[in-house]
């Protein structure tokens, strides 16, 4: 955790006095067949000290995380930047609490009247998204595959609702059993086809949840059941449907839910960790802020020591995730500090949590240094790095904002060209963007490493989220190229004539 250390940077910031410690002094770059520009060189330099093993992979609540808040603090200061957390209590870093939660034990059984049937552990998983959670003797309601209409709140009161699988392509389930349990359902379970095992679900489900401290991770039950379990199920209840009649049944145009005659004792428990740890925020003012703002970010945070003896590599460094975003948004902070301000203020946001859940995002809008309406545009800077300089630019959250004509007037300007495709929008619930755009906050990510398909895919399926995102792999051409249209994307919006705010073209519109 940062701890004093952090509060000794704070504080060091706040005093106009650059005291943060040094960062391990860069790896110098290489020599290369195509001469690099200063701008290339500054990128390459963030890039290989921010995803340096010294940095153990920028997890959060941990050294790394003190060494990539002194670093990012001490360019931000030396630019010209000012804290933008708008609060005295906390200069520049804006703490975030978090909320980790990791799959303990489980327990569940099935009774009708005398007969009861209790679940072996390797015949399914249950888990709870509080720190205990307990089901006794609730009525077991069957929904079929539940795809359809969401049966209503006094079908599912009180109830288990069990639940027909429907494979990875549908997320495994979750979004069918979240609608459940927002209908009030008790708890989820379910029933595994051929196409998946617990084991193969077990690997993903126990991994730890994470929340915002305050929210709440509530205290839900979902489960997940192999066939065998369900026959046991079935076994004790009062019809004497099988699993195939259950699947039959399911698949009739004229299903509804039924009761299956048989109750449900489940009990899960969870250990909670808590993580204090920061976003950072700095800020240019503008010369009339009251126009608003304009917000660039990127997330600071990966997954530190990601790997275990006998592997060489034990550390994911991030370099492309995301070291290359916090490099571009620091170099388009120094580009614009150069010259004169803009109408609006320009805010740069590095968030934690991203990994987690977009979590430092929501810390932020749940709690903005500026009202969230004052915010004019959103650009956020994630996994770039990945193609050379030259390339067209893609938009991420193309055809959802008013941002869209701007975005191609700017690249008119500049002489680029822009994919006509959204195929790039498959990103848009991945980055920390979409929190945005969930409180009505248009964003966008503009970049060209969504451009090239082939290069994109080939990164997520060697390097991405592995100890192989390494800086030597990072194209620092098109990063520079990233970094020139965020510049002129801050001097088109943060001009209050060229791009007056939804509000005012709303009234100005015929």
Same mark, same amino acid.
């Given at each position: 955790?940062?701890?004093?250390?952090?509060?000794?940077?704070?504080?060091?910031?706040?005093?106009?006095?650059?005291?943060?410690?040094?960062?391990?002094?860069?790896?110098?770059?290489?020599?290369?067949?195509?001469?690099?520009?200063?701008? =290339?060189?500054?990128?390459?330099?963030?890039?290989?000290?921010?995803?340096?093993?010294?940095?153990?992979?920028?997890?959060?609540?941990?050294?790394?995380?003190?060494?990539?808040?002194?670093? &990012?603090?001490?360019? !931000?200061?030396?630019?010209?930047? =000012?804290?933008?957390?708008?609060?005295?209590?906390?200069? !520049?870093?804006?703490?975030?609490?978090?909320?980790?939660?990791?799959?303990?034990?489980? @327990?569940?059984?099935?009774?009708?009247? +005398?007969?009861?049937?209790?679940?072996?552990?390797?015949?399914?998983?249950?888990?709870?998204?509080?720190?205990?959670?307990?089901?006794?003797?609730?009525?077991?309601?069957?929904?079929?595959?539940?795809?359809? @209409?969401?049966?209503?709140?006094?079908?599912?009161?009180?109830?288990?609702?069990?639940?027909?699988?429907?494979?990875?392509?549908?997320?495994?389930? *979750?979004?069918?059993?979240?609608?459940?349990?927002?209908?009030?359902?008790?708890?989820?379970?379910?029933? &595994? *086809?051929?196409?998946?095992?617990?084991?193969?679900?077990?690997?993903? +489900?126990?991994?730890?949840?994470?929340?915002?401290?305050?929210?709440?991770?509530?205290?839900?039950?979902?489960?997940?059941?192999?066939?065998?379990?369900?026959?046991?199920?079935?076994?004790?209840?009062?019809?004497?449907?099988?699993?195939?009649?259950?699947?039959?049944?399911?698949?009739?145009?004229?299903?509804?839910?039924?009761?299956?005659?048989?109750?449900?004792?489940?009990?899960?428990?969870?250990?909670?960790?808590?993580?204090?740890? #920061?976003?950072?925020?700095?800020?240019?003012?503008?010369?009339?802020?009251?126009?608003?703002?304009?917000?660039?970010?990127? #997330?600071?945070? #990966?997954?530190?020591?990601?790997?275990?003896?006998?592997?060489?590599?034990?550390?994911?460094?991030?370099?492309?995730?995301?070291?290359?975003?916090?490099?571009?948004?620091?170099?388009?902070?120094?580009?614009?500090?150069?010259?004169?301000?803009?109408?609006? *203020?320009?805010?740069?946001?590095?968030?934690?949590?991203?990994?987690?859940? &977009?979590?430092?995002?929501?810390?932020?809008?749940?709690?903005?240094? &500026?009202?969230?309406?004052?915010?004019?545009?959103?650009?956020?800077?994630?996994?770039?790095?990945?193609?050379?300089?030259?390339?067209?630019?893609?938009?991420?959250?193309?055809?959802?904002?008013?941002?869209?004509?701007?975005?191609?007037?700017?690249?008119?300007?500049?002489?680029?060209?822009?994919?006509?495709?959204?195929?790039?929008?498959?990103?848009?619930?991945?980055?920390?963007?979409?929190?945005?755009?969930?409180?009505?906050?248009?964003?966008?990510?503009?970049?060209?490493?969504?451009?090239?398909?082939?290069?994109?895919?080939?990164?997520?399926?060697?390097?991405?989220?592995?100890?192989?995102?390494?800086?030597?792999?990072?194209?620092?051409?098109?990063?520079?190229?990233?970094?020139?249209?965020?510049?002129?994307?801050?001097?088109?919006?943060?001009?209050?004539?060229?791009?007056?705010?939804?509000?005012?073209?709303?009234?100005?519109?015929?």
């Amino acid at each position: 955790m940062l701890g004093a250390l952090v509060v000794a940077a704070v504080a060091a910031v706040a005093a106009a006095a650059v005291a943060v410690a040094a960062a391990p002094a860069p790896t110098p770059a290489p020599t290369t067949a195509k001469r690099e520009t200063p701008l =290339e060189g500054a990128l390459r330099q963030h890039v290989e000290t921010l995803a340096g093993d010294a940095f153990e992979g920028r997890e959060p609540g941990t050294p790394g995380e003190t060494l990539t808040l002194r670093y &990012l603090a001490r360019q !931000w200061f030396d630019i010209g930047l =000012e804290s933008g957390t708008n609060d005295p209590a906390h200069g !520049w870093f804006a703490p975030v609490e978090v909320v980790e939660r990791e799959p303990l034990s489980f @327990r569940a059984s099935f009774a009708k009247g +005398r007969k009861r049937v209790v679940v072996p552990q390797d015949g399914a998983l249950i888990v709870t998204s509080g720190i205990r959670s307990l089901v006794e003797d609730a009525p077991v309601l069957f929904v079929g595959r539940a795809a359809g @209409r969401t049966p209503p709140r006094t079908d599912l009161a009180g109830r288990i609702a069990l639940m027909l699988d429907g494979g990875e392509s549908d997320g495994g389930g *979750d979004a069918r059993a979240d609608r459940l349990l927002d209908a009030g359902a008790v708890a989820v379970l379910i029933v &595994l *086809d051929a196409r998946r095992t617990i084991e193969e679900v077990a690997a993903r +489900r126990r991994r730890a949840g994470y929340a915002l401290a305050g929210e709440g991770l509530g205290d839900e039950i979902e489960g997940y059941v192999s066939p065998a379990v369900a026959r046991s199920l079935l076994s004790v209840a009062a019809s004497a449907a099988s699993l195939e009649d259950l699947q039959r049944e399911a698949d009739a145009p004229d299903f509804a839910p039924r009761l299956l005659g048989v109750t449900g004792t489940l009990e899960a428990t969870s250990r909670e960790t808590r993580i204090s740890t #920061h976003n950072l925020i700095g800020k240019l003012e503008g010369r009339n802020p009251k126009a608003g703002a304009v917000l660039f970010m990127a #997330h600071w945070d #990966h997954f530190g020591r990601c790997a275990e003896p006998p592997a060489e590599d034990l550390i994911c460094n991030g370099a492309v995730d995301n070291a290359s975003g916090l490099a571009v948004i620091t170099e388009t902070a120094r580009l614009l500090s150069r010259a004169r301000p803009l109408d609006r *203020d320009v805010y740069f946001l590095a968030t934690t949590g991203e990994e987690l859940g &977009l979590l430092g995002a929501l810390a932020f809008a749940e709690s903005p240094p &500026l009202p969230l309406d004052r915010i004019v545009a959103v650009f956020n800077v994630d996994g770039t790095g990945l193609v050379p300089r030259g390339l067209p630019f893609s938009v991420v959250g193309k055809g959802a904002t008013a941002l869209d004509p701007g975005i191609a007037a700017v690249a008119k300007a500049m002489r680029r060209k822009l994919i006509a495709n959204d195929d790039a929008n498959a990103f848009a619930r991945r980055q920390d963007g979409w929190v945005f755009r969930q409180h009505d906050v248009p964003a966008v990510m503009v970049s060209t490493s969504y451009s090239d398909p082939a290069r994109l895919e080939r990164f997520m399926e060697e390097d991405y989220h592995r100890p192989s995102d390494a800086p030597g792999k990072v194209q620092y051409g098109g990063m520079a190229d990233d970094v020139l249209m965020q510049v002129e994307l801050a001097r088109y919006f943060g001009d209050a004539r060229r791009y007056p705010g939804p509000a005012a073209q709303a009234l100005r519109t015929p």
